[in-house]
C-alpha cells in the first residue's frame, strides 16, 4: 500500500521550518567545502612557488659560481629532486632561447616542450604550460645567468592536481551524510520550536469545543513561547472567571428577581382591581418606585461584584486620610445608633494615609457599619479601630451584636446570602459579597470572628502602599 502523506503536512510550519533549516545547513556546509578546496588549491600552488623560486635561486648561484658542468652533475646526483614523486623541471637555453640543457621525467611527454623554444622567454616571471591534453600544466619560473643564457625551473600541477581530486572525492563521501545531518537537524528543531504552538493549538480547539478548563502545558523554561503560554493560560483563567461571574450573575439575579417582579405585578394587578381610589393608587405607586429602586439597586451591586471580582473593575485609586472617608458615614451612622440606642466609637488617627478608591472604599466602610448597627440590640456598642500591623493597615469592626452562628459563618460572603436570624431585617443579602470583592480588588483581606449572642469582629486588612 503506498504510504500516504497528506498534502496538509507539506504546507505546516513544522516541514517548512525544517526545510529552512536543512536547506541552511547543507548550502553553509557545501559552502565551506567549496571555500576549503579553493584555499587548499592555492596554499598548494603558492607552495610549489615556493619551492620552485628557492630551487631556482639555487642553481642560479651553481652556474654563476661554478657552471654549467657542475651544476649537471649537481641535478645528475639529486635524483630524488628531479625524477622523484614531485620532480622539478630544468632547462638551460642560450641567448636565442634555444635548449643547451633540459631534464624531466620520462612521463612529462605529454608538455609540448618545443613550444618553450618559440614562447617569449621573461626574467622572473610565471608562466604556465599546458599539456597536449589541458588536463594539467607546467608552472615555470625563468631567470637570466650571468652570462646572458636563460635557467627555467618548474613543476607539474600534476600532484597539486592529484591532491585536490582526493579532497573532491572527499567531497562526495562527506555531502550525504551531511545532508541526512541537515534533514534531521531540522526536523529536530522544528519540532521542538513548533511544540508549544501546537499544545496552544491544541488548547484553543478544546477550549473552542467546550472544555474551558483546558491550558497550555508550560516548561517553566524563560523562552518567549513559554511566556506567550503563560499569559495565553493567565488570559483562558481570567476569561473563565469572567464567564462563570457573569454566569452566575445571571442565575443569581434569574432566581431573584422573580419575587420582586411578582410582587411588582401583584401590587399593579391590586390596584387596576380595586376600585378608583385615589389614595390607593398613589399607594400601589409608591410600593412599585420602591421595588424598583430594590431591584435597581441588587441588579447594579451585582454587577459591580462581578466586575470586582473578575478584575474589570476600574478603580480610581488615590492617597486619602481613611477619616476623610469616614466622615460622611461618621455623623449619618451617629444618628442611626442614636436612634437605636446604640453607642458607636469610631478611633481612626487623622493622618492615616491609604491608596484607595475614595468612593468604593467609603461603601465598604458603610456596609460594614451598616450591618454592625442594623444586627447589634440597643444598649449595644459598636467600635471602629485601625492599627499598623506588619506593613499592613488593619481595620476592625467590633459589635456587640446578635452574632453570626458557625453554620452561617462560611456562607455570609455568597452572594444573596442572608443568615436565618436576619431575614426580618431590611437587607439583599449582597452587602458582605460586595466588601469581599472590592477589598479583594485593593489587593486586602477581610475575614470575621463571631460568637453568637456576643457579637462579631470584622478585620480588613490593606497593604500600606495600596
Ligand atoms: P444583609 O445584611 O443585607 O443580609 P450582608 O451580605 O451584608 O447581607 O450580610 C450577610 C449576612 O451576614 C447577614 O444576613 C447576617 O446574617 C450576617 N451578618 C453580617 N454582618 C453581621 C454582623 N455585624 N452581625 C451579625 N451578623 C451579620
Redesign the pocket.
Known sequence: MPLRIPLRAFKSGSFRLSVWYSGFFISCSVLILIMTHYFLSYTLLRVDKTAIAAELGRLTTEYNFRGLPSLQRELAENKNTYRGKNPFFVRIADISNRTLYILYPELWKEFDLSLLGTNPITNGRWTYLPTMDEDFELLLLSRRLHDGRWLQLGRSSEVRDLALDQFFELFFIIIPPLVLMGVAGGTFLAARTMKPIQNMIHTVQSIVNGNYDARVPCTGSRDELNELANLFNEMAERIHALITGMKESIDNVAHELRTPMTRLRNTCEMALQADKDVDLYREALADCIEESDRILKMLTTLMDISEAETGVMKLDQKTVTLSSLLTGLTDMYQYIAEEKGVALAIHVPEALYIMVDPDRMTQVLA??L???I???PSRGRVTIETKHSDGRWVIT?A?T????SPK?LPK??DRL??????RS???????????KAIVHAHQGTID?V?TPGK??T?TISLPSNS
Not at 401 to 404: L, N, P, R
Not at 427 to 434: D, I, T, V
Request: aromatic share 12%.
Open positions: 456596609n460594614i451598616d450591618n454592625a442594623k444586627y447589634t469592626s459589635d451584636g446578635v452574632g453570626i452561617d455570609i460572603w446570602y442572608r443568615g436565618d436570624d436576619s431585617t431590611k437587607g439583599l443579602g449582597l452587602g458582605l459579597s460586595f466588601v470575621v463571631s457579637g462579631s470584622f
